[in-house]
């Protein structure tokens, strides 16, 4: 019993870490569902940082950044209005994931169309 | 608890499946790279469990080796369009998403069951789940599990007054984000490899258990 526990462990230490693909994760799941159950800038605030530290820790330890975190925080900062770091992270996306290509275009346009109508 | 895991682990062994070639050769055929995950289906009456699924889905998938588009952004071009429920795509081609997001392949999930249940020591979180990849491509099913499972909720320390004591204390704080985490991993069990795993095409010869109810 005692090496199932240690099995357990060992599993759920490997869960926290990075995964067989060499995806590192953090706690996105814990704070995605934390800002849409209890939805407040604070929370909010949490899962916007740690989508800052995933592509941070994944940098630091040379593996590719989780599909979707940079297009996610992308849009994070569209809404604050940060268009020059929401564009660098669109194009992030787009680099490492040709697959969001038609996504990300409309991230784009729909960015540059805010603009349009403030003018 | 124990015996559980222990008949759970030999269940593992002595069951012989399907490769997972055989199941799912729609995979191996089409080699979808990306995943969109559509608006749930939720047959339950909680609507927790629609959040939990949700938040918790998308780790599996790309670690199985997949593009997940971000759920976060996509369901936000949903809520555009007026959707938010997955009953509201009714209707809409596979082909459609292919336009829209540039996507390969389309996981649809209906949500039937998601019961919770405390026992004196320990409890689960009972789930009854239908996902399907759909090629964006083909239109064709690639991949279709529809099953029952049992997440444990409960500790399991060997001592029953401590275990007593912890399931208390759970009933009241139950982190239900680890168990949704548990489950999804279930879920996507016996899904093929995709392009960025490095099993990709390696797995073809796996043996999976079908989940057909």
Avoid at chain 1, 9 to 29: D, I, K, P, R
Avoid at chain 1, 31 to 48: I, R, V
Avoid at chain 1, 50 to 73: T, V, Y
Avoid at chain 2, 138 to 161: F, M
Wanted: proline share 5%; glycine share 6%; net charge positive.
């Amino acid at each position: 019993m005692k090496f199932l526990g240690l099995l357990l462990l060992l599993l759920l230490a490997s869960c926290a870490t990075v995964s067989e693909s060499g995806l590192f994760w953090g706690n996105y799941s814990k704070t995605l569902y934390e800002s849409k159950k209890n939805p407040s800038p604070e929370t909010l605030a949490k899962h916007k940082n740690e989508l800052i530290d995933i592509l941070k820790k994944s940098k630091e330890l040379n593996l590719r950044p989780p599909p979707g975190i940079q297009a996610e925080l992308g849009v994070l900062l569209m809404n604050e209005k940060d268009e020059k770091s929401a564009r660098n992270y669109f194009s992030g996306e787009e680099v490492i994931y040709p697959e969001s290509k038609v996504l990300v275009a409309r991230l784009i346009d729909i960015m540059t169309g805010k603009k349009e109508k403030k003018k | 608890m124990k015996y559980l895991l222990i008949v759970l682990i030999i269940v593992n062994i002595v069951s012989c499946g399907t490769t997972k070639k055989a199941l799912y050769p729609g995979m191996y055929a089409e080699m979808p790279s990306s995943i969109l995950f559509l608006p749930i289906v939720n047959k339950t009456t909680s609507a927790e469990a629609q959040l939990l699924y949700s938040a918790t889905v998308a780790e599996p998938l790309a670690n199985s080796g997949f593009y997940v588009f971000p759920i976060e952004v996509t369901n936000e071009f949903f809520k555009r369009e007026g959707i938010t429920l997955g009953d509201q795509l009714k209707g809409i081609t596979p082909l459609r998403y292919n336009q829209m997001f540039g996507a390969d392949s389309i996981l649809a999930v209906t949500i039937f069951k998601w019961d919770t249940n405390y026992f004196v020591v320990g409890g689960n979180v009972t789930v009854e789940l239908e996902c399907t990849i759909t090629s964006t491509k083909s239109g064709n099913v690639l991949w279709n599990q529809r099953k029952e499972y049992v997440v444990p909720t409960g500790s399991n320390s060997g001592n029953i007054l401590a275990d007593l004591i912890v399931t208390a204390i759970n009933s009241a704080t139950v982190d239900y984000v680890p168990i949704a985490q548990r489950l999804n991993k279930m879920v996507f069990d016996t899904m093929p490899f995709g392009k960025y795993h490095k099993r990709h095409l390696k797995d073809q010869e796996v043996m999976v258990q079908e989940g057909k109810k």
